[in-house]
């Protein structure tokens, strides 16, 4: 399809070149809009759109450097069809090295699709809320695939995150597997190892189908995904370098540039191919001080200390030891030395067996 007349906010596109524009924001009490830079980078060739945003959760920096750095002129005389990205979600955020824009102090990313007034709930959208709605109309009305870019905690490896489909409608079962199967191949071009999200209902409970990639994928049925780039309130630099790559073997698979895929750089993996999915634990039986024993990317077998647990004084809580289940992956400890009962200290990698194409939970 031609897209030599799409438009978002005021950038419009420009057959073989970069365009720059900004998509309208949050109005600000002190004057002016909080608006969002869009950059639309075009080929000369149809093909097809790909959106590609960054920092929604606005202390989540790599995202910025990697479409930066992506976004060149040589990409757009290469390539065919048309990159739409929006390299920060949330300015406010990014100002304040914070998740949230100080504006509407809830997660921005379980805001999607968004509402307008007047829409059923009753009650009043929020600020970001309304900024979603219109954000997740200009995704539907020109998007074929889209990635979102954030970070995770200090001490994490770079993966990607691939949501389960769900269907309401027995009938909807074949094309959401084929949407599923276009998804996994489409997270396998860009080359991070990846993890499929929570349990449905675990999904569906942390309002993860109303993150940016969720809603695409569940509401407007666009192939999506996240992916995470390492550290937050810093930039991994490899991390970028690696999604960039991934990013251009991406638009190879999609058919958007030509050529065999460039090798990634080296990551972080779990032993084998098996799927996993992402879940937060372990969790502490007891309040105290943290001592990790594990590397972000390390692979453990059942019993394994990720931690030791210890009182203010320095005598061992409990057994002193807090530890893993069967084959799990480490992605992440947490940032800190803080154990609370009921807050996980590591985010992990564990084997699935669901499938991943589901019907919505009751
Ligand atoms: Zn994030």
Redesign the pocket.
């Known amino acids: 399809m031609a897209r030599t007349d799409l438009r978002i906010g005021d950038c419009v596109a420009s057959p073989g070149d970069l365009s720059f524009g900004t998509f309208e924001g949050v109005a600000l009490p002190t004057g002016g809009n909080d608006r969002l830079a869009v950059v639309i980078a075009q080929g000369k060739r149809d093909g097809p759109t790909l959106w590609l945003t960054a920092n ?2 606005g202390n ?1 920096l790599a995202g910025i450097n990697a479409l930066h750095r992506l976004l060149t002129l040589d990409l757009c005389a290469a390539m065919a069809g048309t990159i739409v990205a929006i390299p920060s979600l949330n300015p406010a955020g990014l100002r304040t090295n914070r ?1 949230h824009p100080y504006w509407d102090d809830r997660d921005p ?1 379980r805001t999607f699709p968004g509402r307008k007034r007047g829409d059923e709930e009753p009650r009043e959208p929020s600020v970001y809320e309304r900024l979603a709605a219109r954000l997740l109309e200009s995704l539907r009305g020109s998007a074929d695939y889209y990635v979102d870019l ?3 905690s200090i001490q994490s490896v770079g993966f990607s995150i691939r949501d389960r489909v769900l269907y309401k409608d027995e009938a909807e079962r074949p094309k959401m597997e084929a949407l599923s199967t276009t998804l996994d191949a489409m997270v396998g071009a860009f080359g991070f190892p990846a993890v499929v999200e929570f349990p449905s209902k675990t999904y569906i409970a942390r309002e993860l189908h109303k993150s940016t990639t969720g809603a695409a994928l569940q509401e407007l049925r666009i192939p999506a995904f996240t992916v ?1 780039l390492g550290m937050h309130s810093a930039v991994d630099r490899p991390l970028v370098g690696a999604c960039v790559v991934g990013l251009r073997n991406m638009m190879r698979w999609a058919g958007m540039l030509a050529g065999d895929p460039e090798p990634i750089p080296a990551l972080p993996r779990p032993p084998d191919a098996r799927v996993r999915r992402r879940e937060d634990g372990p969790y502490p039986p007891a309040a105290g001080i943290l001592d990790y024993r594990v590397e972000a990317g390390a692979y453990m077998k059942e019993g394994g200390v990720v931690a030791t647990l210890r009182d203010m004084w320095g005598r061992s809580v409990g057994d002193g030891e807090i530890s893993v289940g069967p084959d799990t992956w480490i992605i992440g400890i947490e940032d800190g030395v803080l154990a609370y009962p009921g807050s996980a200290i590591a985010h992990v990698g564990v084997i699935e067996n669901a499938s991943l194409v589901e019907r919505w939970p009751d």
């Open positions: 929604i959760h989540e998740r990313n954030h970070c995770a995470e």
